[in-house]
């Protein structure tokens, strides 16, 4: 199988060691801009406000192997913001319970699991 390369793509599940100032510290590095971080690794995710969390943007968390991912936490910035109808019911189809909640909480709550070893995986929106 040919190795997918993504741009913004660090392989394996990282906590998430800091958030602030437009970005995220994990696996010993610094991205500034929204991420997902999956269990097949931390992407760079184009989602830039609330507005722009839907199916298509979540692509990749779609993508991953069925049964790989029960909790998505969804971290929407600075404040709770909730998913559309259309979202919250793919996701439900797919058996992903989405959790949406400011971007802090989501990535302290994200590393938590991650480290019980739970079948986690978070959408971050960075804030400015």
């Known amino acids: 199988m040919a190795e997918r390369k993504y741009e913004g793509f660090l392989p394996g599940a990282h906590p ?6 437009g ?12 991420i997902l971080a ?3 690794g931390i ?22 192997p069925r ?7 969804i971290g929407t910035g600075t404040a709770l913001v909730p998913l559309g109808a259309e979202l919250r019911q793919r ?3 797919t058996g992903i319970r989405a959790e949406p909640m ?5 990535a302290r709550t994200y590393s938590i699991l991650l480290g019980e070893k739970r079948l986690v995986a978070a959408a971050l929106l960075a804030a400015p």
Do not use: K, N
């Open 16 to 21: 998430i060691e800091g958030y602030g100032a």
């Open 23 to 34: 970005g995220f510290r994990f696996g010993s590095m610094s991205h500034r801009g929204s």
């Open 38 to 40: 999956l269990p097949s």
């Open 43 to 64: 992407h760079a995710w184009s989602a830039t406000a609330p507005q722009d969390i839907d199916i298509a943007s979540l692509e990749l968390v779609f993508a991953e």
């Open 67 to 73: 049964g790989s991912i029960e909790h998505l936490l």
């Open 91 to 93: 996701l439900r189809e």
């Open 102 to 106: 400011s971007t802090g909480a989501a």
